[in-house]
């Protein structure tokens, strides 16, 4: 899948947010099931967040920038919870 440069211009100021960008990118034009794949917390902080001690924060990181990737990847199919 090829990066969209208008997004990566957008994002250029978080590092987390390029990850997520670019990760999502990657990784959901890959997942063939209809459910989609269910990852968890621990899974996502082992990715994108081993610098945080606590898990309260890097949860409270990682939503707020996931937020901000999705406004410049509208299309990016993704269930919050």
């Not at 999502?24 to 990715?47: D, T």
Request: glycine residues 2%; charged residues 25%.
């Amino acid at each position: 899948m090829p990066l969209d440069y208008r997004a990566l211009t957008a994002l250029r100021h978080s590092a987390l947010a390029l990850d997520i960008y670019t990760w999502l990118a990657h990784r959901l034009c890959r997942i063939n099931q209809p459910s989609g794949v269910m990852l968890s917390w621990q899974n996502l902080r082992e990715q994108f967040g081993q610098e945080y001690a606590d898990n309260r924060d890097f949860k409270r990181e990682f939503k707020d920038v996931l937020r901000q990737v999705t406004v410049v990847y509208p299309t990016a199919r993704i269930c919050r919870s």
